[in-house]
């Protein structure tokens, strides 16, 4: 959904032009999120809303790529897969404290964004890409579950 569906929803300015949600108050005074987000809500002192992230790019892709990787498109169209410089999931992966091997660097559902990726660090800090849509039925996490010999030993 839309930001302004769930972090900056906009009560003040005319139904045709807002979403169908309503504010409901947080644990921090003067912070308003979704009523769809009351869970949510009751966090809001543990965690940080940033509203000042801004670009001067063209269109959402454009700005999605520069957002991620703080680097605009090589490309001469203006959008170009970013297969040069890492992304934000990359970055902090490449950061953090070594050792979590088991665990993915970050994970992208259904994908990856087109222009993330680990970019000049290589393939070790590629995401975890779902591939699949949540909202089906048959919805399922590939490569996620004991191998069939290991469950037959159970």
């Not at 992230?53 to 498109?73: I, K, P």
């Not at 897969?81 to 953090?96: S, V």
């Not at 993915?104 to 590629?126: I, K």
Request: net charge positive; glycine share 10%.
């Amino acid at each position: 959904p839309s930001h302004l569906d769930t972090y900056d929803l906009k009560p003040e300015v005319p139904s045709e032009f807002r979403g169908p949600f309503r504010p409901i108050p947080t644990r921090v005074p003067g912070l308003d999120i979704c009523e769809r987000l009351p869970r949510h809500a009751g966090l809001a002192d543990k965690f940080t809303l940033i509203r000042s992230c801004t670009h001067t790019a063209a269109d959402h892709a454009m700005g999605a790529q520069y957002m991620l990787s703080g680097r605009t498109s090589p490309g001469p169209n203006g959008l170009e897969p970013n297969k040069r410089f890492p992304d934000l999931g990359t970055i902090i992966k490449w950061t953090g404290p070594p050792g979590r091997h088991g665990l993915p660097n970050y994970v992208g559902v259904p994908r990856r964004h087109e222009s993330a990726g680990p970019g000049y660090l290589g393939t070790a800090y590629e995401p975890f890409e779902v591939r699949a849509n949540p909202n089906k039925p048959e919805f399922q996490v590939p490569n996620l579950g004991l191998p069939s010999s290991r469950i037959v030993r159970l």
